[in-house]
């Protein structure tokens, strides 16, 4: 009999390993196998963690979007796990898991739970972190490091001088280094050194006004004596996700791959924050070029193509390499508040000492209102590449042909 399609999702089986791992832990720390508590604890936890995730995101995200802080974003993300933490903790201690006073001396159940979720978020992070480098796998990562902190959380509710102090190293430890980055990341963005060079990365599905008007800020604000742009060439998202099956390219269209999910998808994750519709790399380079120039931003804007980089390590290895050839320039990370410039944030703090330059998005330019067909939000030229390959695609010709003929492509 074949298994719900559900119970195949990456983030489902995710859930209930850490389920299935809370209750062992517990279970196997205070003898506690046969508490009712414990049971419908974990039950409820191994369903419930899939959907807590992708509310925490959102809070996270809509903070992002208004502030563009770092800082407040993790706190909106920090508070509603140290709620959750609290509950945990007070059904654990008033259903007999174990008794209140092992915990005595981390606090009682507040202070358990605000180690723990200290722990926790701060060794996310760095799981994250290591998967947008390509060690390891972004779940796998998550898994051991959720299954770390839940079995050294168990041994310390055993009350055991070892297990409290090696609780203590690590709740302190990850959450002082989450929140410390994060408030060094926000402390750059306002006392940066002037001068140097800006980077900027992103999608360009297909550049705007606010990009450009987001380049020539920077440039004015921090006295820049150069930027460079480079959009993604399949962003890693789909480029992961293709591999694994959960997504296909449906069609071409209009010079734009169509992507859809595929019954192989993680039923929990967003697979197009930014639209399923992409314009090929080389169109999106040529648009990003043409747009510079008639911006009459040439002297100052580089566009660049690094493919082989970023197949090899993403935005990490572009900006290595812009880097090592800025030597000893400050360098300056230009980025929205929206969720994929603070995607990019990310990347920007975790490559060393870098300037990030935020600007809280307001207006209504975007490039999804542009691929829906809305003009005047992107320069003249770039409009009429777009209307081109309309119009081509329309006519049935192959889009993608028609769009490198356009912009100059072989």
């Known amino acids: 009999m074949k298994r719900p399609m559900y119970l195949l999702s ?37 369903f419930f963690i899939p959907y807590y995730s992708k509310f925490s995101n959102r809070i996270e995200e809509y903070i992002n979007l208004r502030t563009a802080c770092v800082s407040l974003g993790r706190l909106g993300r920090f508070v509603p796990q140290l709620a959750f933490n609290i509950g945990i903790f007070l059904i654990l201690t008033l259903g007999g898991v174990f008794p209140a006073t092992r915990i005595d001396t981390l606090g009682g159940v507040l ?20 998967s947008n480098r390509e060690i390891g796998d972004r779940n796998r990562n998550v898994l051991l490091a959720l299954s770390i902190n839940i079995v050294v959380t168990a041994l310390a509710t055993l009350g055991l001088a070892w297990s409290r102090g090696l609780f203590l190293t690590l709740g302190w430890t990850f959450g002082a280094a989450f929140f ?8 750059r963005s306002l006392r940066y050194r ?8 992103g999608t360009f599905n297909p550049i705007h006004k606010t990009h450009l008007a987001l380049i020539r800020d920077a440039i004015e604000t921090r006295g820049l004596e150069k930027v460079y742009l480079h ?16 997504i296909r390219i449906a ?13 192989r998808a993680d039923v929990h994750v967003n697979y197009f924050p930014t639209g399923s519709r992409f314009y090929e790399y080389e ?56 969720l994929g410039g603070m995607w990019v944030r990310s990347i920007y703090d975790e490559s060393g000492w870098i300037y990030p330059y935020p600007v809280v998005r307001r207006d209504k330019v975007s490039a999804t209102a542009i691929r829906n067909g809305e ?26 042909s028609a769009g490198a003929q356009l912009v100059g492509q072989p």
């Open 10 to 46: 990456p983030s489902v089986q995710l859930g209930l390993t850490i389920g299935a791992l809370m209750y062992a832990s517990y279970g196997m720390a205070h003898n506690a196998f046969d508490n009712a508590a414990l049971i419908g604890l974990c039950t409820f936890v191994g």
């Open 111 to 130: 202070g358990v739970a605000l180690l723990t979720t200290c722990a926790s978020q701060g060794m996310q992070y760095l799981a994250l972190a290591l």
């Open 180 to 187: 410390v980055i994060g408030l060094l990341s926000d402390w």
């Open 194 to 201: 002037r001068g140097g060079i800006g980077v900027f990365f």
């Open 231 to 246: 959009s993604t060439t399949i962003p890693k998202l789909h480029a992961q996700a293709l591999q694994r099956g959960e």
């Open 251 to 263: 069609r071409h269209d209009q010079g734009m791959r169509i992507y859809e999910k595929t019954e």
């Open 283 to 338: 169109t999106r380079l040529a648009m990003m070029r043409a747009a510079v120039a008639e911006a009459g931003l040439g002297d100052k804007v580089e566009v660049l193509s690094l493919p082989n980089e970023y197949a090899q390590g993403g935005f990490y290895a572009v900006l290595q390499r812009i880097r090592e050839a800025a030597g000893p320039l400050p360098v300056h990370g230009i980025h929205g508040s929206d």
């Open 375 to 400: 003009i005047g939000l992107t320069t003249p030229s770039v409009q009429k590449m777009i209307v081109a390959l309309r119009k081509s695609g329309e006519a049935g010709a192959p889009t993608r």
